[in-house]
């Protein structure tokens, strides 16, 4: 990695004899311009899953599942998760116990937008150090650019628009771990690094190859590196191999049955368009930073899963990279304080050029900016983005009709809007539990197209007792045991 630069002038480490050292981009935008990118991607995400939230827009049943666990951790218990089935413990089904860090979040504001503005704050947060370092290394101007490239890149609104997932913690943890590398911190962003082993099993890959990196690239910190490599190898086997079977109601490692062939690595045409919307948001030349290694392990599974919506640009999977592409881009460009940079193994290679570097900046803004309308954020310039749905009304009676603490089976749409109150579990789901109370959405994808015309009768042959209609209002349907009423 490029040496450490914490000050500037002459006499600094790596800037040669004679140089003259650039001014300093001042501190008011130093420290102004990151923070003020980070408000602005914190609020935008917030007000992303504001509208979701009340547009009724249900991507797919994590929000629920999430919501579930955080609200298990407020009340000082194993996240036992319904909706995912009987007895399900989230801990069975991926390693993430750094999620117990909503469990406060849940305590003092108990709904499912609150995961929603979390993610969206540690989005935020992410951008500060990443933005900073891009400044120092590249001036005010470009610096400014690659923060806000970052900062509203296709990685991270994708993630958020499919709503709260655990690598939400990642993200942060990722871009401060890389920036305090390519400052020459390496002891913290090595401690940083090793956290990532408790937000997702397979970031424990991940972990490895920074290890490797850190060994290969900087002997002095080699014993260092090796340690966090051994450590990140150690922390994929135990929970993928150990923990998460251990824990899982069937004894199984639930996505092992979703992975293909290795030679299925290379098609369909999606995982080339997606390889190589993180090159441009890497801009190109990040390639040649080892850092870009980081992203072989998430794109291997995702690359060799069968799952199709893993190869692609959108869902959560890439914004664990966005913050690897610009780490990469930064070391490739070097620093202009320095005036060297990384090149493949060599750390003290000359700077790129002007052009390149401004092509470069230029390539992480242009890959997420020529999507267009199609990015998520782009649907808060309607007038009415923030407006109730005309169903609104409707669906807060229904909830309020169902009475507070009760087993309910719900479809995907008001799911998580039930478990502040209730016990709540998935009418698709593989529940032997029978439900006190059954909510129907009429218009929910989770019914094909085909949801039944008389729910407490399907209820009743569901679930093999009696239940009774209750609510139907605007499309929601609620229907329960009589004795609950």
């Not at 311009?33 to 009724?56: D, K, M, N």
């Not at 014993?223 to 990140?232: K, N, Q, T």
Request: one cysteine or more; proline letters at 7%; a negative charge.
């Amino acid at each position: 990695m490029s040496a450490a630069v914490s000050t500037e002038g002459a006499g600094v480490p790596g800037i040669r004899p004679g140089s003259a050292s650039p001014a300093p981009a001042p501190e008011a935008v130093r420290g102004g311009v990151p923070l003020a990118i980070a408000a602005a991607a914190t609020a935008v995400y917030g007000l992303l899953g504001v509208q979701q939230w009340r547009s009724f827009a249900s991507r797919s049943w994590d929000l629920g599942i999430f919501s579930e666990l955080a609200k298990a951790y407020s009340e000082l218990r194993a996240p036992i998760v319904p909706i995912k089935g009987d007895g399900v413990n989230l801990l069975g089904d991926h390693f993430h116990p750094l999620l117990v860090l909503l469990g406060p979040v849940w305590a003092v504001w108990p709904s499912g937008l609150a995961l929603l503005w979390t993610q969206a704050l540690l989005f935020g947060l992410s951008a500060i150090p990443l933005t900073r370092l891009a400044i120092d290394r590249l001036g005010p101007g470009l610096g400014t650019l690659a923060g806000l490239a970052y900062a509203f890149s296709f990685g991270l609104q994708s993630a958020a628009d499919v709503q709260f997932h655990e690598i939400a913690f990642a993200v942060p943890l990722m871009a401060f771990s890389l920036t305090a590398l390519l400052r020459g911190r390496i002891v913290p962003a090595l401690v940083l690094a090793a956290l990532l082993v408790f937000v997702k099993e397979d970031l424990g890959l991940t972990v490895a190859v920074l290890g490797a990196v850190v060994a290969l690239r900087r002997r002095e910190h080699r014993v260092h590196g090796a340690v966090l490599a051994a450590w990140g190898l150690g922390w994929f086997v135990l929970s993928t191999f150990v923990i998460l079977p251990l824990l899982n109601t069937a004894g199984q490692y639930d996505y092992t049955g979703n992975l293909g062939s290795p030679l299925d690595v290379f098609f369909p045409a999606d995982k080339w368009m997606t390889v190589g919307m993180l090159l441009l948001a890497a801009g190109v030349v990040g390639a040649r930073s080892p850092l870009i290694w980081l992203m072989l392990p998430t794109l291997a599974w995702r690359f060799t899963g069968t799952v199709e919506f893993y190869w692609t640009w959108y869902w959560h999977y890439n914004a664990i990279l966005v913050p690897i592409a610009l780490g990469a881009l930064l070391d490739a460009l070097g620093d202009r304080r320095t005036g060297r940079a990384t090149a493949w193994l060599t750390a003290d290679a000359p700077r790129p050029g002007g052009l390149v570097r401004t092509t470069a900046v230029a390539a992480t803004a242009a890959v997420t900016l020529v999507l267009g309308s199609q990015m998520p954020i782009a649907a808060l310039a309607r007038p009415d983005a923030l407006a109730h749905s005309p169903r609104w009304d409707a669906a807060q009676a229904a909830v309020a009709a169902i009475p507070d603490g009760t087993v309910v089976a719900s479809d995907i749409t008001l799911m998580a809007y039930l478990v502040p109150d209730h016990d709540v579990q998935w009418t698709h789901g593989p529940n032997t539990r029978v439900p006190d109370c059954v909510l129907v959405d009429q218009a929910a994808f989770s019914w094909s197209g085909n949801p039944p015309a008389d729910p407490a009768q399907w209820a009743a042959d569901t679930y093999q007792v009696a239940y009774q209609p209750l609510l139907d209002e605007n499309g929601f349907q609620v229907s329960c045991r009589p004795e609950t009423l």
